[in-house]
């Protein structure tokens, strides 16, 4: 019985030395800086308004490194300068225990007659 009691006791002194995992620390990217997109002059005489989503990847410097459309205005000229548009944008990058990683982010760009 003496045994078993070391036994149990020098387990469980073992489990309680084991280190925690390691949780890692992540920072989701953002937008740094995000002019609103101009609004083509052809699009406002055509009366076309809409909101393109885009899929855009964000390299570890902040800068756009791919961008594609993920749902469509229904307006190629508004698709077109959204993507123009968000290329220009600057991003705090995605970061994992404080180093910098590329990332996706789903960005939408709306475009309102009422709002020009």
Not at 97 to 103: A, I, L, Q
């Amino acid at each position: 019985m003496k045994r078993l009691f070391v036994v149990v006791a020098i387990a469980t002194f073992l489990v309680g030395c084991v280190p925690p995992k390691h949780v890692p620390v992540i920072v989701n990217m953002a937008e740094l800086s995000a002019p609103p997109p101009v609004y083509p002059p052809e699009a406002v005489h055509l009366k076309e308004e809409g909101t393109v989503l885009l899929l855009v990847l964000v390299g570890k410097d902040g800068l756009a490194k791919d961008i594609k459309v993920s749902q469509t205005s229904g307006f190629p000229l508004l698709d077109k300068e959204a993507i123009r548009t968000v290329s220009h944008w600057t991003f705090r990058p995605k970061t994992i225990d404080g180093v910098p990683v590329y990332g996706y982010a789903g960005i939408p760009v709306s475009f309102n007659l009422n709002k020009i």
